[in-house]
């Protein structure tokens, strides 16, 4: 405690100040739960109207447990027996039926026993049946497809120049929304089985009319896998397995349900079959899908790789599976071109001011040396006479004239491209739309516009289930089709053939014109004579780079022979080439003046052609003898020809 005298009013008596909190909290104590506790409690009224204490509660529940005891003790239980009516029930069903059928081998079935004679057996009405599902047709339609017409090398055994990729979406989410709320009644939920994608092709005939639509071949590459335990080979959509028709007694149901099950795993190369890889000049065999259209699942999936939302496959610089002997080859995307040199025709350079001389350090300059005085060789009569020969001129070497080397161009090959990306099979099933496509490449020719629809063949989901439908023929309906899509954009096949002017022998009246055509992915050409009135270029045998030999190269294989030595192909084969332009000569002039840049007028050849659109169009030997693109084709067939020839010994990456 403080001193007296140092300390304030509040520091003296804090201490009683906290004594008489805690009396008053004691007290507050107490009261509120000792001295006011409750001494009477107020019952239900079937009890007493009146509050009761606590003992008379307790004295009037024992005596009721007294009661309820006495009770249970004196209890004597009505041991009457009985009756049992089945004997009279036997007896009135025998004096009912006449007493001639056994009473025990007929079940009464109560109000579902309809006795028209008494002397006939009675006819068993069965339950009444509940409402069976109803078949639900497709009304959905996949959209619009995109198609892809290029000019491409597969790599397969018998390729062909021209290939259509058809792509297209369905709103899968939407159909099995529908078929769930058929079914909501029972615990089947239908799953959704394509059986087959179909398609259909027209193309614009004379006139400009679109001629009637006939099926469109699909090609698609072998496919192996391992079906109850046997490897097989299927080659789609030919060899998709056919839903056999399901026998009323049973017989070939597991046939039935192992064919409905290999075709569910075929999901992914039924909607989105595989194609061959294909040739692309300076990069080698590069993935198909830089020629798959980019429908709507593709951008959004594109665009959520770039925003770095989904993780996915890098197009450039993946690791590629080998090739394999019954599948597409494959092989590696190489990151650049490969830049071969080509043997071009050149020009005489123009003389070009020599480039600076680069400064070189410093040297250190050598002693400067000192020849002793040679003897003089004048005789000594001229000398002392002060007359000096002549000296004899040295004969000058003849300049070498060094040969001129052939520039040799490099030449840039296009770009392919990214492929078009496309999400598992599984998630787009889960986004609810899937891309479906197929390819063909038969009876596509070129200068021909076609327009393409496509329709999927689903598996009935009633298919045997006769217990669950309404009509019993709808579990007898095997599969369903959708309708087709609307008509594709019309699309034409590349040009294939550019011509140039070459020659003209006027005497003869004709013109000689380099045709240029594709022929296994490389360029070739021809030279033709063409006279007035004449089409521009027609079917030709020529010699091409053998594919075989290009592939192997790629692969980094040889061929053997049976006796196990190595023997390479033949470098080049004979294939007939189209070299058809459409084009057709009118009329030609051999004396044609034309005005020449910088050198004044000049008489040239002159063609005039109708092309394959029926426009007059015009070419000049002079001006094609210098355009660019004609040298740069002229360079392409020389750079096939020497890899054919060997020239190029170069392996692609």
């Known amino acids: 405690m403080a001193k007296a005298g140092r300390s304030n009013l509040i520091e003296q008596h804090a201490e009683k100040g906290l004594l008489v909190l805690a009396l008053v909290a004691l007290v507050f104590v107490l009261f509120r739960y000792v001295t006011s506790s409750p001494r009477k409690f107020k019952p239900p009224p079937t009890i007493s109207p009146k509050p009761l204490a606590p003992e008379q509660i307790d004295r009037r529940l024992l005596g009721k447990a007294k009661e309820i ?59 009444p049946k509940p409402e069976g599902v109803k078949l639900v047709p497709i009304d959905i339609a996949p959209a619009a497809p995109l198609v892809s017409l290029q000019r491409e090398l597969p790599d397969r055994a018998d390729p062909s120049d021209v290939a259509a990729h058809v792509a297209t979406t369905f709103a899968w989410k939407d159909l099995q929304d529908k078929w769930d709320k058929a079914f909501e009644r029972t615990r089947f939920r239908p799953p959704l089985v394509v059986l087959s994608v179909q398609a259909e092709v027209r193309e614009r005939v004379i006139g400009g009319e679109w001629g009637p639509p006939r099926p469109a071949a699909a090609t698609t590459p072998p496919l192996s896998l391992s079906v109850g335990g046997q490897q097989r080979i299927l080659r789609l959509p030919g060899d998709l397995p056919k839903v056999p028709l399901y026998e009323p007694d049973g017989s070939n149901l597991q046939e039935v349900k192992e064919t409905i099950a290999l075709l569910g795993s075929l999901q992914r190369p039924v909607l989105q079959p595989e194609w061959y890889w294909i040739w692309w000049p300076g990069y080698g065999y590069v993935d198909w899908k830089i020629h ?8 959004e999936y594109a665009r959520k790789l770039e925003a770095g939302e989904v993780r996915g496959p890098s197009p450039r610089g993946r690791t590629v599976p080998p090739r394999s002997s019954v599948g597409p080859a494959r092989g590696p995307l190489p990151r650049r071109p490969v830049i071969a040199p080509v ?7 123009r003389p070009t001011r020599p480039p600076p001389a680069r400064t070189a350090p410093p040297r250190a300059v050598p002693p400067r040396r000192t020849r002793e005085p040679t003897r003089s060789r004048i005789p000594p009569e001229l000398e002392r006479s002060g007359v000096r020969p002549r000296p004899t001129p040295k004969p000058r070497p003849k300049p070498v004239r060094q040969p001129i080397r052939k520039p040799e161009e ?3 090959y296009e770009d392919p491209g990214e492929p078009t990306p496309v999400p598992p099979l599984q998630d787009q099933i889960k986004e609810g739309t899937v891309v479906v496509w197929f390819h063909q490449d038969t009876e596509l020719e070129s200068r021909k516009e076609y327009q393409f629809r496509l329709r999927l063949e689903f ?30 954009a019309p699309v034409s096949v590349p040009q294939a053939t550019d011509f140039y002017l070459a020659g003209a022998m006027a005497q003869d009246r004709y013109v000689r014109v380099n045709v240029f055509a594709f022929c296994f992915g490389e360029r070739v050409s021809h030279t033709f004579k063409v006279y007035e009135g004449q089409p521009v270029g027609e079917k030709v045998v020529v010699k091409v780079p053998n594919p075989a030999l290009r592939s192997r190269q790629a692969q980094g294989a040889r061929p053997r ?14 294939k007939e080439v189209d070299f058809s332009t ?20 000049g008489r040239t050849v ?46 692609t990456p």
């Open 459 to 488: 598996l009935n989901p009633l298919y045997m289930r006769e217990q669950e439908v309404e009509n019993i023929a709808d579990a007898r309906v095997i599969s369903l089709l959708s309708p087709f899509s609307g008509w594709s």
């Open 292 to 299: 798959l259209p980019a429908t709507s699942v593709s951008q």
């Open 606 to 651: 002159e063609m005039l052609y109708m092309d394959y659109r029926g426009r007059l169009l015009r070419r000049t030997l002079a001006v094609d003898q210098v355009d660019k693109r004609h040298r740069r084709l002229r360079g392409e067939v020389k750079r096939a020809q020497a890899a054919a020839a060997g020239a190029l010994t170069r392996r």
């Open 561 to 574: 022979a049976a006796g196990g030595e190595t023997k390479p192909p033949p470098a080049v084969v004979e």
């Open 343 to 349: 043997p071009e025709e050149y020009e005489e350079p």
């Open 410 to 412: 490099t030449i840039e």
């Open 582 to 601: 459409g084009s057709v000569a009118v009329e030609l002039d051999f004396d044609k003046a034309y005005d020449r840049p910088g050198l004044g007028p």
């Open 69 to 127: 005891e006495k009770g249970m003790v004196d209890f004597d239980p009505d041991t009457t027996p009985i009756p049992d009516p089945t004997a009279e029930i036997l007896e009135r069903r025998r004096v009912a039926f006449g007493g001639t059928t056994d009473p025990y081998l007929q079940l009464w079935r109560g109000p579902y026993v309809a006795i028209e004679n008494p002397r006939r057996m009675p006819e068993i009405i069965p339950p």
